[in-house]
């Protein structure tokens, strides 16, 4: 009987720890105009060649779900080391919920523009930095691939995973 009762309280044990390292998953489309303020400084090493800051603020056309709450807004502040019509981009993405909560998000990634410099694609990898009211203790990551218009607008598409830490 021992042994049993044992082998019962290793399975719970088993069983609880997958438990709470469970992740779920994610998905939505956020819709971005072109970006505003977009400050290009050049290098002057080569033609094509600057260190562009950027602000986007943006709707979430497909919101995620959190915690049981929907995305909102969002605003994106981008730091690109721009080649021509390549760029390595790095950044923060702070996310607005329906019942005003909030998630920060740290990405990295790479755009490809027209000779207008209009975004025709852009894709990379995030992860959540910190999270408020519901979404604290969250953690996460994922993959993001944009699409843009010749208005200058990007479409993204988000998907990934999260869990928030058992408060």
């Known amino acids: 009987m021992l042994k049993l009762r044992m082998a019962l309280l290793l ?50 056309s497909k919101p995620m779900e959190l915690a049981g709450v929907q995305t909102k807004t969002g605003e994106d502040t981008t730091f690109a080391d721009a080649n021509g019509a390549r760029s390595r981009d790095s950044g923060y993405h702070v996310s607005t919920m329906a019942n005003g909560d909030q998630f920060v998000v740290r990405y990295s990634g790479s755009t490809t523009t027209d000779k207008n410099g209009a ?49």
């Open 11 to 60: 399975v719970g044990l088993v069983l609880g720890a997958a438990g709470a390292g469970a992740q779920t998953k994610i998905a939505g489309t956020i819709q971005c105009p072109k970006a505003d303020p977009q400050n290009a400084i050049p290098v002057g090493d080569r033609p094509g060649h600057a260190l562009v800051i950027m602000k986007n603020r943006c709707t979430w």
């Open 119 to 167: 975004v025709q694609a852009q894709s990379g990898t995030w992860s959540f930095v910190s999270g408020t009211g519901k979404l604290k203790g969250l953690t996460g990551k994922g993959t993001y691939k944009g699409t843009g218009a010749a208005d200058g607008s990007v479409t993204t598409e988000v998907e990934g995973e999260y869990q928030i830490a058992a408060k």
